[in-house]
Structure formats: structure tokens, C-alpha cells
């Protein structure tokens, strides 16, 4: 597809693209749909709690074997462990910190010497769904939130809860004990598996087939005659920046594919949903892609692009931290999430750089913001916030629009490191450090530099 001319790749993009991508995705997921659906129907039968926890047990072992065949032994081996861990600490006051000690020790095993670098790639969103499970439910007995350590079945059914053990999202264990509980199959609850398996599909045709050719084709900017000279490397700034925003674009969709897929796994087992006074609400919401392509701010992209993850770090990792300081804790938080997402230096660095990013970001629009009295801080002001000029003075409006711009700048810049053109095996690997000081050097670290200027220029104004 890279040689085609624009009209050759019009006529070929449904028949060579679109239709071949969206048969792989049915064919890689329907099984999990179709197991997540049959533990739903299940869970509908007056069964003992014992038994539920066992099917959804069952239905995880499966899924798991099916992605990742006999390789789901280090997942179990994690499970296994976090059990023992929260059982001999069960009289601790201090269990999320000891499993999260044990957890961190575990994978830093795993990455350096337990199994090999592409298989352990493979399971690490299972690992992490797990991870993030265990850690909470410790915290959560910690602080009084849960009365008592589950039973093995119990955390067991948690750890493998079909709607989540392969895409996630992570949920707590109270909305677990729910979902077994299992709500009617409702109309609404039907429209929302649809319309949430429908824009996973979406997102992976946009990621696979539109992305990577977006202003070649689509928005034929430079046309194909960067293809035409796809062996020299492209020398002209405008030309690397459009390559680098396709390639954000690309990795954004296929993570709301993945966040889609999470939503829609998630619902079809029960899970995700608000009970309200008169009805329930099928409202799961994982990732938020208008935020994070249209961004008000840096801040705003990061708690859009995973919502049950952020709300995790913010509950048991920014919370926790606190004492550190602000700044402190907002790196503790990013390094955590780095060492959740495995020992990628790419992933690492990206994640840190976020974290001076958001930072400074937040601090400077909070101080113009006491400045001026306008509404431009990282977040939306309330309606009845205290500021004189709000959200309709043009003048704040611009200011709003010209961070949202500088959070596109930063989103291409962070997004180049993920190469559609590399090939599958160097992506199994992870991309070291020497395609990361590559990669930034070709955009001359522009956006490490612009977040120091706005640091230096915040301290100039503080």
C-alpha cells in the first residue's frame, strides 16, 4: 500500500484495508465476546456465589490460555502470589504497600530474567490488569473500604473476571461482587456493548488503514512523494513534524481501540454500570478521544486517555504519596505507571516526560489564571467559579486555544516514538533508547525545551 498513487490507494482501501483489519479484530475477540456473554447469561441463574466465582474463573483460565497459550503461567504464578502475600499480611495494616513491593519485585524479575522479552511484552496488560486488581484490594483493606480478605475463590473470581482479564479496565472489587450479582439484560444494556464494540472497530480501521496515511492521502499535504523516497530518510521539518503527528495519531487509536474493546468486554459481563434510584445506568466510560485529539490541556489528555487507570493512580498512588509534596508525587505517580507498563525505556521515557509536561503546565496556567482572573486553568472551571473573565471573553478563549495547540505539539512530539513503518518483531522488543534519542533528536528535543522555557517563565512570574 505504501507505493500506491492517492487514486490506487482509494480504490484499494475497502477491499486491502478496511475489510481485511476489521475480519482479524472479530476474529482475535469474538471468542472473549462470546464467553463474556455466556458467564452473563449464567451468572442470571439462581447459582450459589461459590459457583459464579468459579465459572468467571474458568471463563478467565480460557481467555488467557487462548491469547497467550501456555505463557499464562506467569500470570496465574502472579495471582498465586498475591493471594499468599495478602494471606500472611491479612493482620497488617500495611497490605497494599507489602503487595506492592512484592508485585514491583516480581516484574522487574519477569522483564530481566524469568522469560524471554517478546513473550513477557505479550502478557504485560494482562500482568498489569492483575497488578492493578491486587494493589487495590490491599489498599482498600488497609483503609477500611473492604472488612475482610476474600475468600481465595472470591479473589480469585476478581483477578480472572472474564470481562476484564485480557483488555481490562481495572475495576474495584465491590464493583466485581456486582457484576456477579448480575443486573437484567436491559435494552440499554445491549446498545451499549453495540455502540462500544462498534467504535473499537472504528478506532482500528482509523489506527490501521487512515493514520498512517494521513496527510499523504487523506489530507494530501506532501503527497506520495515521501513514499517515493522511503529509503532516504526526510529531511524537511514540516515533512518529519506530519510524520510524527501521524504516527501519535495511529498509537492514539489503537489505544481507544483497546479501551473500546475494555468497555465493551467489561459491560457484556455486567460490569460498568450505575444503579440509580429507578433504573441502571450502562455508563463505563474508559478512554475519551475528543479529549485527547482536541485537548484543552495536557493534564486533560492524561486523566482522557484511560479513566479507570488515572483513577487508579489517583487513589492509591498520587493519595499516598502526598507527603512527598506535590511534585513529588506526581513523578512517584508517572514512575509507577512506567513500571506497571514494564521496563520499556520508550514507555518510561514518555511517561516521565509527561509528568514535567502536566506539571508545568498546571503551575503556569494556575498562576496566569490568579494573575488575570480568567478562566485558563488546566481544568474546566465550575460555572460558578470565582474568576472575573470566563469562559466566553475571546481573549480567554484564545488563551485556551493557544495551550490546546501547544498540548498537540506535545502529543506529536511524545506519539513520533511509535513507528508504524518498524517491524513487528522490533515492536515485541520494545524500542530502546537509541530509537528514543533518535527519534526526539530528528525534532531537536523541541518540546523538552518548550516545557523548560514555560518553567523558567513561570518562576519569572511566581
Known amino acids: 500500500m505504501h507505493t500506491f498513487t492517492s487514486q490506487e490507494y482509494f480504490q484499494q482501501l475497502i477491499e486491502g484495508c478496511v475489510i481485511p483489519t476489521t475480519e482479524q479484530g472479530v476474529q482475535q475477540i469474538w471468542q472473549l465476546l462470546a464467553i463474556c456473554l455466556g458467564c452473563r447469561v449464567l451468572w442470571r441463574l439462581s447459582l450459589p456465589t461459590c459457583l459464579k466465582h468459579l465459572s468467571t474463573v474458568a471463563g478467565g483460565f480460557y481467555c488467557l490460555y487462548h491469547f497467550f497459550q501456555l505463557q499464562m503461567i506467569w500470570v496465574v504464578l502472579l495471582s498465586l502470589l498475591c493471594y499468599l502475600v495478602l494471606f500472611l499480611c491479612r493482620h497488617s495494616s500495611h497490605r497494599g504497600v507489602f503487595l506492592s513491593i512484592t508485585i514491583l519485585i516480581y516484574l522487574l ?25 491486587a494493589i487495590s484490594l490491599g489498599f482498600d483493606l488497609d483503609r477500611g473500604v473492604l472488612l475482610t480478605v476474600p475468600s481465595p475463590v472470591a479473589f480469585m473470581g476478581y483477578i480472572y473476571f472474564v470481562g476484564t482479564v485480557i483488555f481490562g479496565p481495572w475495576i474495584s472489587f465491590s464493583s466485581y461482587l456486582q457484576a456477579v450479582e448480575s443486573r437484567k439484560m436491559s435494552f440499554s444494556w445491549f446498545i451499549k456493548v453495540i455502540f462500544s464494540m462498534g467504535s473499537s472497530l472504528f478506532c482500528l480501521i482509523i489506527s490501521t488503514c487512515v493514520a498512517p496515511y494521513l496527510f499523504s492521502y487523506f489530507i494530501p499535504i506532501y503527497g506520495d512523494q515521501l513514499l517515493r523516497r522511503k529509503k532516504r530518510k526526510a529531511r524537511g521539518v514540516v515533512i518529519r513534524w506530519l510524520r510524527a503527528y501521524e504516527n501519535a495519531v495511529s498509537f492514539h487509536f489503537s489505544n481507544y481501540f483497546v479501551g473500546f474493546i475494555s468497555e465493551t468486554t467489561a459491560t457484556l459481563s455486567g460490569a460498568g454500570f450505575t444503579d440509580e434510584k429507578d433504573h441502571i445506568r450502562w455508563d463505563l466510560v474508559v478512554s475519551k478521544p475528543l479529549n485527547v485529539e482536541l485537548p484543552r490541556s495536557m493534564v486533560e489528555v492524561v486523566t482522557s486517555w484511560n479513566l479507570p487507570m488515572s483513577h487508579w493512580l489517583n487513589s492509591y498512588v498520587f493519595r499516598s504519596s502526598l507527603t512527598l509534596g506535590t511534585f513529588p508525587a506526581i513523578i512517584v505517580t508517572y514512575a509507577a505507571s512506567a513500571l506497571l507498563h514494564g521496563l520499556s525505556f520508550h514507555l518510561a521515557a514518555i511517561l516521565l516526560s509527561l509528568g ?8 503556569l496556567r494556575k498562576r496566569l489564571s490568579s494573575i488575570f482572573s480568567a478562566c485558563i486553568l488546566s481544568k474546566r472551571c465550575p460555572p460558578a467559579c470565582s474568576h472575573q473573565y470566563k469562559m466566553q471573553n475571546p481573549l480567554v478563549w484564545a488563551v485556551n486555544l493557544a495551550f490546546g495547540i501547544l498540548a498537540l505539539f506535545h502529543l506529536a512530539y511524545l506519539g513520533c516514538l511509535f513507528d508504524v513503518d518498524a517491524d513487528d518483531s522490533v515492536e515485541e522488543q520494545g524500542y530502546g533508547m537509541s530509537h528514543t534519542i533518535a527519534k526526539w533528536s530528528e525534532l531537536n528535543w523541541a518540546s523538552h525545551w518548550v516545557t523548560f522555557g514555560c518553567w523558567v517563565f513561570y518562576r519569572l512570574i511566581r
Open 109 to 133: 524479575m519477569g522483564e530481566m530474567h524469568m522469560v524471554d522479552t517478546a513473550s513477557w511484552h505479550k502478557m504485560r496488560g494482562a500482568q498489569m490488569i492483575v497488578a492493578m486488581k
Open 356 to 363: 514535567f509536561i502536566t506539571y508545568v503546565e498546571h503551575v
